[in-house]
């Protein structure tokens, strides 16, 4: 179990939660809250946590499938997933364990905040990102970040990254801030464009790649404060 969890409150009712490399965020409205993401092995620290910052019924909903956004799930009810990652969170030992549905544009009303899925493939089939449109914010999951974006392995896909992007960049009216779960925790919204321009550039051969840290099979590709492992 993991005790080493850091608690930074974005603004009223909203607060990201870190642990080592990753970090979940809590939003908390007047009548319920959401847990977006578990982090790696936070565990009973991270149901702590959360009791101690809202007194609201929280229902844990998920970004994408990959281990150090489910790890802490157990403490937690069936966690909400938009069907297309489905298949990626039954092979990584959920099968058994009850999954909610989060459709493209469902809104999560939690009284005073409320939180609309976006679908956002490309880093794994299922990804989505959560918009608070009052608030004009975005949590992204993995895909923008200033740390590194995993592309290499099944399921990842740049070209479904780079049309996801896009697809943010359609809505950058709605939102002025970005919230990824590597790097810097709150971002200018430029960083959708930055990071859709970047993969673009990877796509047509236009970066070199370096041998990747910890001895990952794939490439590290930089440019202009993004990294994508491909």
Same mark, same amino acid.
Request: glycine content about 8%; overall charge negative.
């Given at each position: 179990? *993991?005790?080493?969890?850091?608690?930074?409150?974005?603004?009223?009712? /909203?607060?990201? /939660?870190? !642990?080592?490399?990753?970090?979940?965020?809590? &939003?908390?409205?007047?009548? @319920?809250? &959401?847990?977006?993401?578990?982090?790696? +092995?936070a565990g009973p620290a991270l149901a702590e946590i959360v009791k101690g910052l809202t007194d609201k019924p929280v229902e844990l909903v998920l970004t994408?499938?990959?281990?150090?956004?489910?790890?802490?799930?157990?403490?937690?009810?069936?966690?909400?997933?938009?069907? *297309?990652?489905?298949?990626?969170?039954?092979?990584?030992?959920?099968?058994? @364990?009850?999954?909610?549905?989060?459709?493209?544009?469902?809104?999560?009303? #939690?009284?005073?905040?409320?939180? !609309?899925?976006?679908?956002?493939?490309?880093?794994?089939p299922g990804s989505v990102a959560y918009l608070d449109r009052a608030g004009r914010r975005l949590f992204v999951g993995d895909t923008v970040s200033d740390a590194w974006i995993y592309l290499f392995g099944p399921g990842r896909n740049?070209?479904?990254? /780079?049309?996801?992007?896009?697809?943010?960049?359609?809505?950058?009216?709605?939102?002025?801030?970005?919230?990824?779960?590597?790097?810097?925790?709150?971002?200018?919204?430029?960083?959708?464009?930055?990071?859709?321009?970047?993969?673009?550039? #990877?796509?047509?051969?236009?970066?070199?790649?370096? +041998?990747?840290?910890?001895?990952?099979?794939?490439?590290?590709?930089?440019?202009?404060?993004?990294?994508?492992?491909?």
């Amino acid at each position: 179990m *993991s005790t080493d969890l850091k608690v930074t409150q974005l603004a009223e009712g /909203i607060w990201a /939660i870190d !642990e080592d490399m990753v970090r979940c965020f809590l &939003v908390a409205g007047d009548e @319920r809250a &959401v847990l977006i993401d578990s982090c790696m +092995n936070a565990g009973p620290a991270l149901a702590e946590i959360v009791k101690g910052l809202t007194d609201k019924p929280v229902e844990l909903v998920l970004t994408h499938a990959d281990h150090d956004h489910t790890g802490g799930q157990d403490v937690f009810d069936a966690p909400g997933l938009h069907p *297309s990652e489905y298949d990626y969170y039954c092979s990584k030992e959920n099968a058994e @364990r009850p999954i909610k549905s989060l459709w493209e544009g469902t809104v999560l009303d #939690l009284g005073n905040k409320s939180l !609309e899925v976006v679908l956002i493939p490309g880093h794994t089939p299922g990804s989505v990102a959560y918009l608070d449109r009052a608030g004009r914010r975005l949590f992204v999951g993995d895909t923008v970040s200033d740390a590194w974006i995993y592309l290499f392995g099944p399921g990842r896909n740049l070209k479904a990254i /780079i049309e996801s992007l896009k697809k943010l960049e359609s809505r950058a009216d709605d939102f002025d801030l970005v919230h990824p779960c590597h790097g810097t925790a709150e971002l200018e919204k430029g960083w959708v464009t930055k990071t859709r321009i970047v993969a673009e550039k #990877l796509l047509a051969g236009e970066l070199e790649g370096v +041998n990747s840290p910890m001895d990952l099979p794939c490439k590290a590709y930089s440019c202009d404060g993004v990294t994508f492992l491909y």
